[in-house]
């Protein structure tokens, strides 16, 4: 082990017992530190700490740099952070993600959950609508054929659905929707949230996203 990986394992283990160790309400800690000194490897350390003593304990790790340049920095956010959580809160956090998105232009994270919700709502309603006779008519290659190529076209126009959905859904602020997180689950399988990279964002993605962190701290700690 190199001296940078065990200086970083005993940073991850005074975080540990300061921060983390017993820790009875929602805490924001910072590392920080010039770059190559060992934040990330710290919090690797950190991570492997939490999951061998925290039983059923939550850890997403997001990393900030890595969705800048697509303008995604803070839907992404909650992206990430919903794909750790259950199915209702993960679509909560789905939806944050959308009223989030910085750049129009850039593609939805919908995930597999959302397209495959997509293509079972539309299976249902064609057995549903349409006569069973006239579907036993058909080859049954066809029709795999045929659903075959419908989910590719909701693969192909996945995002312009997903604005079709939500248009149709009441509207909320993503502030409103966090507010209706389910978080009795918390208290049994604490959530740990890890932010890499601020360091190498520019200041205004780093403002963008170090304000939804206050927001979604005060939110949690409110409940």
């Known amino acids: 082990m190199t001296t940078k990986n065990i200086i970083s394992r005993s940073n991850a283990q005074s975080i540990f017992e300061m921060h983390v160790k017993g820790a009875s309400n929602n805490t924001i800690t910072s590392i920080q530190g010039e ?26 790790e997001y990393n900030a740099l890595q969705y800048e340049e697509s303008g995604q920095i803070t839907s992404q956010f909650y992206t990430e952070i919903g794909t750790k959580l259950t199915y209702c809160n993960r679509l909560k956090l789905y939806a944050c993600a959308i009223l989030k998105k910085e750049n129009l232009n850039a593609p939805y994270v919908t995930g597999n ?6 293509f079972s709502a539309i299976i249902a309603l064609i057995l549903y609508y349409v006569n069973k006779t006239i579907l ?31 248009s149709l859904l009441p509207r909320k602020t993503h502030v409103q929707i966090l507010r209706n997180l ?18 190498r964002i520019d200041a205004k993605s780093l403002q963008l ?14 409940i």
């Open 35 to 60: 770059f190559g000194v060992g934040k990330s490897t710290t919090k690797r350390y950190l991570i492997e700490r939490i999951k061998s003593d925290i039983n059923k304990s939550i850890c997403v």
């Open 113 to 118: 959950l959302g397209i495959i919700g997509i």
């Open 136 to 166: 036993e008519q058909f080859n049954t290659n066809y029709l795999l054929l045929g659903l075959l190529f419908l989910a590719l076209l909701i693969f192909a126009f996945r995002n312009e659905l997903v604005e079709i959905f939500s």
């Open 182 to 199: 389910d978080t009795r689950k918390f208290k049994n399988t604490p959530l740990f949230i890890f932010v890499d990279e601020l360091d």
């Open 209 to 222: 996203l170090l304000n939804e962190i206050l927001i979604l701290h005060e939110i949690l700690d409110s």
